[in-house]
Nanobody, 125 residues
Framework: QVSLIESGGGLVQAGGSLRLSCAASGRTFSPYVLAWFRQAPGKEREFVSAITWSGGSTLLTDSVKGRFTISRDNAQNTVYLQMNNLKPEDTAAYYC??????????????????WGQGTQVTVSS
């Protein structure tokens, strides 16, 4: 079964950029969707973005449209989240998740089958 490892988090000033990576390893059960969620301290985990692995169709939550971009590199089995113009409100642990054997997007955490361990993004004022 596929496993996910996130990287690329860190500390950045407001207005700066980070690029998160989520590398998938192990056996892949396609078709599936890769998504990013985030969770700030004391907050619920929320949907950020998703991409279909095979087709590359993308979905972004309204709060990050125009600032974040999701993409994937099939050859590297990696999905990326390019985050520009970061704001303190973006501070959170970012998690990638896989929806295995499904074609459609979902913003519901319960629809995802495999989760990474998370990577911390901290945006200073």
């Amino acid at each position: 079964q596929v496993s996910l490892i996130e990287s690329g988090g860190g500390l950045v000033q407001a207005g700066g950029s980070l690029r998160l990576s989520c590398a998938a390893s192990g056996r892949t059960f396609s078709p599936y969707v890769l998504a990013w969620f985030r969770q700030a301290p004391g907050k619920e985990r929320e949907f950020v973005s998703a991409i279909t692995w095979s087709g590359g169709s993308t979905l972004l939550t309204d709060s990050v449209k125009g600032r974040f971009t999701i993409s994937r590199d099939n050859a590297q089995n990696t999905v990326y989240l390019q985050m520009n113009n970061l704001k303190p409100e973006d501070t959170a642990a970012y998690y990638c998740a896989a929806r295995v054997g499904r074609l459609s997007y979902s913003i519901d955490l319960s629809e995802y089958d495999v989760w990474g361990q998370g990577t911390q993004v901290t945006v200073s004022s």
